[in-house]
């Protein structure tokens, strides 16, 4: 029997403007029920899925569940609100065996709480990919909140 697994992590970096890294840490995702049809459909190229592309991040501590479509309390003001997301694959255990996604927000104005964070195929609703919760991060005007998320695929 042929098998497939996904093992998604982010990792994050909290900067001072002038680039000081105040905190770095990961955390593993939880990928969504919906993403699954997703990422079939853009296996067998079958019924125009859209990749995914965008990150965002939420003020919501809310349990992490493979039922969420959405983030629980989505950020969209002070320079956390959705952005596009930067792909790439690079080879962990097997050539390319890894999508990564790098995001990056530059918080303005007051700032804000980021709680929980999001791979979305749309800059706009969308299906979630993955949820995690990154623990309470408070990110003041001008410092910048740095996302990499890896998704290893791995196979029998």
Request: net charge negative; hydrophobic share 40%; proline share 0%.
């Amino acid at each position: 029997n042929d098998s497939l697994t996904f093992d998604g992590v982010f990792d994050f970096e909290l900067l001072n403007a002038d680039g000081t890294v105040l905190k770095r840490w990961s955390v593993h995702n939880k990928m969504t029920n919906a993403s699954l049809a997703v990422i079939s459909g853009l296996v067998g190229n079958v019924d125009a899925q859209t990749a995914f592309t965008h990150a965002a991040n939420g003020s919501s501590a809310t349990a992490v569940s493979a039922s969420h479509t959405t983030l629980q309390s989505e950020n969209s003001t002070n320079g956390l609100a959705r952005t596009t997301t930067t792909e790439s694959r690079q080879t962990i255990t097997q050539t390319n065996d890894t999508l990564r996604f790098v995001a990056s927000w530059t918080a303005t104005g007051a700032g804000g709480t980021i709680e929980e964070v999001g791979i979305f195929n749309a800059g706009s609703s969308g299906t979630m990919l993955c949820r995690a919760l990154t623990g309470t991060t408070t990110v003041a005007a001008t410092q910048v909140f740095n996302l990499t998320y890896n998704l290893k695929f791995v196979g029998n």
